[in-house]
Nanobody
Framework: QVQLVESGGGLVQPGGSLRLSCAAS????????MGWYRQAPGKQRELVAT???????NYADSVKGRFTISRDNAKNTVYLQMTSLKSDDTAVYYC????????????WGQGTQVTVSS
């Protein structure tokens, strides 16, 4: 059974920082491309950042220079360090795992709420 369990969300003031974690089980974590997506109320889910098994990263333009994705294959965990947070970053953040070859092997976490507000 595949599980992706996010943690680290919460309420933070504008300009603050948060670190999200996603612990994976039931998959060969080291070969998967891992990603973070987010969905704000009334909006579609959008890509935030991804990291391949080789460590190549990709970011949405809106978070470049502020967010950093990283992974620890020994801990089967992917992280999202978020800095200089803005109110527009408020959303539910979802962890994602994509198999590099089999597109149907795609998994999601349950999401963690990030609220940026004063």
């Amino acid at each position: 059974q595949v599980q992706l369990v996010e943690s680290g969300g919460g309420l933070v003031q504008p300009g603050g920082s948060l670190r999200l974690s996603c612990a994976a089980s039931g998959i060969t974590f080291s070969i998967y491309t891992m990603g973070w997506y987010r969905q704000a109320p009334g909006k579609q889910r959008e890509l935030v950042a991804t990291i391949t098994r080789d460590g190549y990263t990709n970011y949405a333009d809106s978070v470049k220079g502020r967010f950093t994705i990283s992974r620890d294959n020994a801990k089967n965990t992917v992280y999202l360090q978020m800095t200089s947070l803005k109110s527009d970053d408020t959303a539910v953040y979802y962890c994602n795992a994509d198999h590099p070859y089999y597109r149907y092997l795609r998994y999601w976490g349950q999401g963690t709420q990030v609220t940026v507000s004063s």
